[in-house]
């Protein structure tokens, strides 16, 4: 059972930069995701980092996020720059037992409590 602990959210203007960070607590060669969800929206896929350090972004966030891992931190970091009130949501770390990267939240079976962030224009 892995637990993930997210930290890092706050209330920014538009253009600042936030990074979120996930911790685990055990090792893991889980792919990894940042999922996020607005009010009055489903969950969205964000970014996945997998095992070996590969990546996937949702169009929404090429450009702008960048997620990483420190594997002897057992961390998962969501550098978020050039914020928009569109990323205003809670986000979500999560984990999920296999080798590929994925987008799809149902794939995921650990997910972390979420951290607010509130972009204001």
């Known amino acids: 059972q892995v637990q993930l602990v997210e930290s890092g959210g706050g209330s920014v203007q538009a253009g600042a930069s936030l990074r979120l960070s996930c911790a685990a607590s055990?090792?893991?060669?889980?792919?990894m995701g940042w999922f996020r969800q607005a009010p009055g929206k489903e969950r969205e896929f964000v970014a996945g980092?997998?095992?070996?350090?590969?990546?996937l972004y949702a169009d929404s966030a090429k450009g702008r996020f960048t997620i990483s891992r420190d594997s002897a931190k057992n961390t998962v970091y969501l550098q978020m720059n050039t914020l928009k009130p569109e990323d205003t949501a809670v986000y979500y770390c999560a984990a999920r037992a296999g080798l590929f990267l994925s987008s799809d939240r149902n794939e995921y079976g650990f997910w972390g409590q979420g951290t607010q962030v509130t972009v204001s224009s």
């Open positions: 980092i997998s095992w070996s350090g590969g990546s």
């Open positions: 055990t090792p893991s060669s889980d792919t």
